[in-house]
């Protein structure tokens, strides 16, 4: 568990909606790390990388998007994909007034990743750089029946979160999720197709004025994501500062992956090159 952890709330881009935020700040930090969650999970789940992120130098801070953990909203709902990206920017705000003079960067994996691709699109030349995992940037052949689902005639409809087997090889870490009470079971319609096939093709669409420093991180065995995201994220941005990397036989999550500990060092050595 990250040591020092201050717990506190702050008001979302959605009137009436907290995010729940989590601090890990260290002493004589050179950097600060906003961390973006995936789908149905939560910050929690990044305790480690925290842990890790703090080792090398650099604060951390992270939320539950909202909908998700312990943040306010409806359960795995969302009105406009718009509000995600949006809300990364509150933390991005933050995490800059409370640590002026400090590069900060975002890590985002998985939907996440969407976001924070998404928010180097809308909120150019706020960070020092972004580091990406197994984002999903484009839109994906998994949720390709939602392009004809009418998510916006019926937004509520549940879909049950069935893809734990995919998110590892590591058994216990399947487990861990399937038995982790802030973990959603199902999320609505509306916030699949809104992120997976409104934002990501409004992403695509964009990709060429992303020109962030960024290093795209993949498993190339992920059956969720496919790798295919990275290579085309990598291939139509404009950054000249980008860095490609499959990670062979691993599925989706990577910092959770038998042999996570080469993707941590990676990630913690391209931030510490950019530092100058």
């Known amino acids: 568990m990250p040591s020092?952890?201050?717990?506190?709330?702050?008001?979302?881009?959605?009137?009436?909606?907290?995010?729940?935020?989590a601090v890990n700040?260290?002493?004589?930090?050179?950097?600060?790390?906003?961390?973006?969650?995936?789908?149905?999970?939560?910050?929690?789940?990044?305790?480690?990388?925290?842990?890790?992120l703090n080792e090398a130098g650099c604060s951390v801070y992270r939320f539950d998007n909202q909908g998700h953990g312990r943040s306010g909203g409806e359960r795995g709902y969302l009105d406009n994909f718009q509000s995600f990206i949006d809300d990364a920017d509150l933390l991005v705000e933050k995490a800059?007034?409370?640590?002026?003079?400090?590069p900060v960067f975002m890590l985002g994996h998985s939907m996440g990743g969407f976001i924070t691709a998404a928010y180097g699109v809308k909120y150019p030349g706020k960070l020092k750089g972004q580091v990406l995992s197994g984002a999903a940037v484009i839109q994906l052949p998994l949720f390709e029946a939602f392009k004809d689902v009418d998510?916006?005639?019926?937004?509520?409809?549940?879909?049950?979160?069935?893809?734990?087997?995919l998110i590892c090889r590591d058994k216990a870490v399947v487990t861990a999720y399937d038995e982790d009470p802030l973990?959603?079971?199902?999320?609505?319609?509306?916030?699949?197709g809104e992120v997976f096939i409104n934002g990501a093709g409004w992403l695509t669409d964009?990709?060429?004025?992303?020109?962030?420093p960024c290093l795209i991180l993949h498993g190339d065995d992920d059956q969720i994501v496919t790798p295919d995201a990275s290579r085309y994220m990598a291939d139509h941005i404009a950054s000249q500062d980008?860095?490609?990397?499959?990670?062979?036989?691993?599925?989706?999550?990577?910092?959770?992956?038998?042999?996570?500990?080469?993707?941590?060092?990676?990630?913690?050595?391209?931030?510490?090159?950019?530092?100058?």
């Open 4 to 21: 020092d952890t201050v717990e506190t709330t702050i008001p979302s881009s959605t009137p009436g909606v907290d995010l729940f935020v």
């Open 151 to 165: 998510f916006e005639k019926e937004p509520r409809v549940k879909v049950p979160n069935a893809l734990s087997e």
């Open 96 to 102: 800059r007034e409370e640590n002026p003079g400090l």
């Open 183 to 192: 973990v959603l079971k199902e999320t609505c319609q509306k916030l699949l």
């Open 25 to 52: 700040r260290i002493e004589a930090a050179r950097a600060v790390v906003v961390i973006v969650h995936g789908l149905a999970e939560h910050l929690g789940r990044y305790d480690l990388v925290t842990s890790e």
């Open 242 to 276: 980008k860095t490609l990397k499959m990670y062979p036989g691993f599925f989706h999550e990577i910092l959770n992956e038998n042999g996570r500990d080469e993707v941590v060092a990676d990630i913690t050595e391209w931030i510490w090159a950019r530092l100058g």
């Open 206 to 212: 964009k990709l060429p004025e992303y020109a962030y």
